[in-house]
């Protein structure tokens, strides 16, 4: 509804009118529709503003903002900064689980959580971490999210398929991931060459699916976050009642059933089912694996130099007897005389 104007109010309105176009210092026009004053109470229509003029004060056409570069997709769409969020989250996630869910509610979510923030704060914080000196707990960083798969995939191929190194060598200006080299490099890629992480991992990546992440490489972590969400004995057991009863509720039994390993990518390497349970299934962590490798490097050489040096043995023993039967050959005399004549027998 229009606001309403007394005729007294009419006549300050045009006073003020009049006021500001004989001003000189004003530097926007202000025009109103004429009011007629009469004794019945009229109603104004609303003003139309006239445009403020900004001098000579113009832009160039191909300004660019520093704080914006340009992107080769719509700004009005609001998911470059989606895509920039999985492209910064694959670069800097050695350690993934992909999971399908199957419409969990927000209570399902929720008890799904809770499970898996108990089971991985109940890991050992490692005596030494990952830099050699100081201990290191990933468990507030590990983050189980909804994938918006369309996003994901678009990511996926920027990570998998541009190397901004690369454009920038062509004297490309932009090499960002929104940049129009990022996007014709994902254009002439070859996605289904099969030994690529991308044609492993794509087909996973269909309908509604959630990824667990792991900000390093942790066997000890992912096998806790088996045992929640993907229990099978005897690896990887699901806690007992007594000692995990909130894992038992119906909220959490009812999420977790609705929850589907499909599989992994661990230092930009596609791992299936199985290939996630070994990585999980390694004793003592990768302190452990290091140690087991140490072993097998000192067996390998403790092995090779025993080889070498049986047959050397082996080699030497053959020679000295050659040698022998030899001297034995060529001086038989030396040999009746070492030996001296036999008895005569009585």
């Known amino acids: 509804m229009s606001a309403r104007l007394n005729c007294s109010s009419a006549r300050c309105v045009g006073r003020v009118i009049k006021s500001q176009t004989t001003n000189p210092l004003s530097r926007a026009t202000v025009s109103l529709p004429q009011i007629s004053i009469s004794s019945t109470r009229q109603y104004a229509a609303p003003a139309k503003a006239a445009p403020l003029t900004l001098g000579k004060l113009e832009l160039p056409e191909n300004y660019i903002s520093p704080h914006k570069p340009p992107t080769a997709r719509r700004p009005e769409t609001r998911k470059s ?24 509610t927000a209570v399902e979510w929720a008890a799904v959580r809770r499970e898996l923030k108990r089971a991985l704060s109940e890991v050992p914080t490692p005596i030494v971490g990952p830099d050699g000196s100081v201990p290191v707990d990933i468990t507030d960083s590990i983050h189980f999210q909804v994938l918006r798969t369309r996003m994901f995939d678009v990511a996926f191929k920027v990570v998998e398929f541009f190397d901004p190194e690369e454009a920038a060598k062509q004297s490309n200006a932009y090499t960002h991931d929104l940049s129009k080299s990022a996007y014709e490099a994902i254009q002439a890629a070859d996605t ?49 009642r007594r000692k995990n009863p909130g894992y038992y509720e119906q909220a959490a039994q009812t999420g977790l059933q609705k929850l589907f390993l499909i599989g992994g990518r661990v230092e930009g390497k596609a791992f299936d089912y199985q290939g996630v349970r070994w990585v999980g299934g390694i004793d003592g962590g990768l302190e452990g694996l290091r140690s087991q490798l140490v072993h097998m490097l000192q067996s390998a050489g403790l092995g090779l130099t025993t080889a070498l040096e049986g047959h050397s043995k082996g080699l030497w023993l053959a020679l000295e007897s050659r040698r022998t039967q030899l001297d034995e050959e060529q001086n038989p005399k030396k040999k009746e005389e070492e030996g001296g004549e036999a008895p005569p027998s009585s």
């Open 81 to 104: 900064q989606m895509i920039r969020a999985y492209t910064a989250l694959l670069r800097s996630t050695p350690l993934m689980l992909f999971f399908q869910h199957n419409n969990l």
């Open 192 to 240: 289904t060459n099969p030994n690529t992480a991308y044609a492993q991992i794509s087909p996973l990546l269909n309908g509604p699916v959630a990824a667990l992440t792991f900000p390093t490489v942790s066997p000890a972590h992912l096998a806790a976050a088996l045992k929640i969400l993907s229990p099978s004995a005897p690896d990887f057991p699901a806690p007992t």
